[in-house]
Every structure is written in structure tokens, then in C-alpha cells.
Nanobody
Framework: QVQLVESGGGLVQAGGSLRLSCVAF????????MAWFRQAPGKEREFVGG?????SYSDSVKGRFTISRDNAKNTVYLQMNSLKPEDTGVYYC??????????????????????WGQGTQVTVSS
């Protein structure tokens, strides 16, 4: 059974940092683009950052968040620094269909990912 399990969420004050982890079980995702999305109450799920042949970030987190992966551990990370209250939401890890590692394109839409984790809550207080 293929499964993505996120961890690392929590409550943090504005300006603080958190590191989210996403571990994949059931198969290896080394050839797959991986991404983090988030969803705030009453809002649509939005792309935060992704990694494949390159990395890509939404404008709202660029310069503050860093996505990385350790294929030996089948794990993707999201380092979040200088957190703001507007970063609050449920953060989801996602995996897309395998692509060439030479392909720099990183998918940014939810429909481009077919395996999702259950999400981890991040709350940033002001």
C-alpha cells in the first residue's frame, strides 16, 4: 500500500521556524516530483513548493521556505523559516507521476499529483 505520512507540524510564533517531513511507504519515489501544498480554512488547496529536476516555490514563500529530499530515506522535507500568521493551514505532501530527472519542470496544480498524505496542521500565532 502506497502511503505518504507527514509530520512536524505544530504551533509556532510569528518569525519562528518549523521543519515538515514526508515519508513515503510502499514504493520508492526517487523518480517522482514531490510537492507540498497547504489549505487554510475556507480556502482552496494551494501549491507551496515542489521538487523534481529542479525546485519551485510559490511567490508567497519564496526566500523563506526550502524543499529538499533524501531519496535514501524516501523522505521529503519542507524547512519553513520566518513564519507568518498567513502561513497557517494544513500542509499536505504529494507525489506525482514519474518524470525524467533531467526534466526541470515542477508541476504546481493539485490534479498533477496522484498520491497524497493526510496532512499536518501548522498554526502561526501573531
Amino acid at each position: 500500500q502506497v502511503q505518504l505520512v507527514e509530520s512536524g507540524g505544530g504551533l509556532v510564533q510569528a518569525g519562528g521556524s518549523l521543519r515538515l517531513s514526508c515519508v513515503a511507504f510502499g514504493r520508492t519515489f526517487s523518480m517522482n516530483p514531490m510537492a507540498w501544498f497547504r489549505q487554510a480554512p475556507g480556502k482552496e488547496r494551494e501549491f507551496v513548493g515542489g521538487i523534481g529536476g529542479s525546485t519551485s516555490y510559490s511567490d508567497s514563500v519564496k526566500g523563506r521556505f526550502t524543499i529538499s529530499r533524501d531519496n535514501a530515506k524516501n523522505t521529503v522535507y519542507l524547512q519553513m523559516n520566518s513564519l507568518k500568521p498567513e502561513d497557517t493551514g494544513v500542509y499536505y505532501c504529494a507525489a506525482g507521476p514519474a518524470r525524467s530527472l533531467w526534466d526541470p519542470y515542477v508541476p504546481v496544480a493539485t490534479y498533477q499529483y496522484d498520491v497524497w498524505g493526510q496532512g499536518t496542521q501548522v498554526t502561526v500565532s501573531s
